[in-house]
């Protein structure tokens, strides 16, 4: 009986040390919030487009240049891509980061968890892209906040979730056939997306065609470098039946459906920048990305469905 107690007073201290570890990450999440309210609303506050000036780059290019707020030192398609990020991030991901907390507060459920782990996985991704992407601004302290805050919070949120215990609550039989698709079209698709640039540009010993005032694209290296593989990654784990599999598979769905409405939203501001998109590019680019956004979203709601805790 005594043994019983000493391992009933060891696993209650275990809950409460977890719940104290999981407050601690509430407030660096509402921390998080905040970075994204303030960085999103001077990128949009930047969206005047009438001064531009042209410069030719250290490639021997001319390059437009944006000339205009935070965004003033970056190159015109890039600064209406990151403006166009912008309204993504702050109307639609910062209420569901939002959303995500609060459940998470009030249940403290491996779903709620779950749920909010893919939610700062988009955060941190979008903390990437901006981090090492923008030209260097005012708001450098606070990329570099983000990222940080978006990296480690990721980190402990997934520590803090029984991958086994997931697994047994997970009534979806997974991988199905549909889901398998999915995910190969999705890794493949962005090394089809971006790789003809890079053997491009090796053949021809150039640099990339769009690589503008760049010494590199922080895209390329994030889809392919990480993204791509850790899909792959996952299928691999959902068919050994491990629980980290379904982690990230909740992360990569969660991830395409966001990035497909981003897309969107970045070709729409360049159209009303009055940049000319190629067909062919908004036929293999934005159609796909947004596709496959779509089946994201079928099955991100799906996994969520199927979790009976």
Known sequence: MLEGMEEYSYTNKRGNNMIRRLKGIDILIFFI????????????????????????????????????????????????????SDFTILFLVVPMLAIALVQEIKRRTIKSRLFLASAIATVLYYASSIAFGVTY????????????????????????????????????????????????????????????????????GKSLALIEIYTTEITYVLDMGIISPMIFICIFLLKKNDGLGDVLLAIILKMCSIIGIMISVVTIVKVIGGIILPIPALITQLATFVVLASFAAYFDFKLYRNIKE
């Open 33 to 84: 919030i905040l970075l994204l309210i303030v960085i999103t609303t001077v990128g949009i506050c930047s969206i005047e487009i009438d001064k531009s000036y042209t410069i030719t780059n250290q490639y021997g290019d001319n390059v437009k240049i944006f000339g205009n707020g935070i965004y003033a030192h970056d190159s015109y398609p890039k600064a209406l891509g990151n403006i166009g």
């Open 137 to 204: 601004n005012s708001l450098a302290l606070i990329y570099i906040a983000l990222f940080s805050c978006s990296l480690f919070a990721l980190i402990i949120l997934v520590k803090s979730i029984n991958t086994f215990e997931l697994r047994k609550i997970q009534k979806w039989k997974i991988p199905s056939i549909g889901l398998n698709v999915f995910l190969i079209m999705s890794g493949t698709s962005l090394f089809v997306a971006w790789l003809p640039d890079i053997i491009t540009s090796i053949i021809n």
